[in-house]
């Protein structure tokens, strides 16, 4: 299964703040409450890989329950605005700048604008989704659709200020963590990544040619397949029916 995040697609604001503690408080909730027993694959883009980072350190109980992690497009350092000093990035980094003093200072001019842009347009603010096919997750591929400036500025600054926890306790999943990226990721470089792979150094690493940060939109075939094949392996077969699966998105 996989779940909106709080002030994602289905998923209402609230009155907590978007910090990274209430968003796995959040996660922690959705796991007690949907799968309080039995095996678990856990599977996590971006922020929502940072989360299960969290996630684990904050409740290490749950490590005896974890068959397997996927983190896709995942680090462990805090974000930031330049990924690397390629000509593309750096231009890049100009415009997420400039648009980051917007978010700051006037996200009610931003909404403003986001609303008149055509609906297909990727930050465009649109009314929150209708559901998928038999009432499935929503068709639109970009969350930050659905998600206003302001709050969006309140997560980019808890991304930015990420202060990562011990890895000890993901360390003792061993090969059970996989780590995926994609080589043209903007966002989270694929060297971030291959740093978190040397800070666990029985984890698996995949870094996948020519996938963006868009890595489980582009490739949903191969990310399920990894997922599924963590799910297979078990030394007790009797429980493979009844392992659990959650995917967070960024």
Not at 22 to 50: E, F, I, K, M, W
Not at 90 to 115: E, I, K, N, Q, Y
Request: charged residues 20%; positive net charge.
């Amino acid at each position: 299964m996989r779940y909106d995040q709080r002030a994602h697609g289905h998923s209402l604001r609230g009155h907590a703040p978007l910090t990274m503690e209430q968003l796995t408080y959040d996660l922690n909730r959705v796991v007690s409450t949907c799968a309080p027993a039995g095996p678990l694959v856990l599977a996590g883009h971006s922020l929502g890989a940072l989360l299960l980072q969290d996630l684990l350190a904050r409740r290490p109980a749950l490590l005896s329950r974890v068959r397997g992690m996927v983190l896709l497009s995942s680090t462990a350092r805090p974000a930031g605005i330049l990924p690397s000093l390629r000509p593309r990035a750096l231009l890049g980094a100009t415009g997420r700048g400039l648009a980051s003093l917007a978010f700051a200072h006037t996200p009610s001019a931003v909404d403003w604008v986001r609303r008149r842009l055509p609906a297909t347009h990727r930050y465009a603010l649109t009314p929150r989704p209708e559901g998928g096919p038999e009432g499935g997750p929503p068709r639109c591929r970009h969350g930050v659709r659905h998600t206003r400036t302001a709050d969006l500025k309140v997560l980019w600054q808890t991304l930015h200020h990420y202060q990562p926890h011990d890895l000890s306790v993901l360390k003792r999943l061993g090969s059970r963590v996989l780590l995926m990226t994609g080589s043209d990721d903007g966002r989270i470089p694929a060297a971030d990544t291959t740093h978190l792979a040397r800070l666990l150094p029985d984890a698996r690493l995949e870094i996948v040619p020519h996938a963006t940060h868009a890595l489980p939109i582009r490739h949903p075939d191969l990310v399920s397949a990894r997922i599924a094949a963590l799910a297979a392996h078990d030394t007790e077969p009797s429980r493979a029916d009844n392992t659990q699966g959650f995917g967070l998105a960024s």
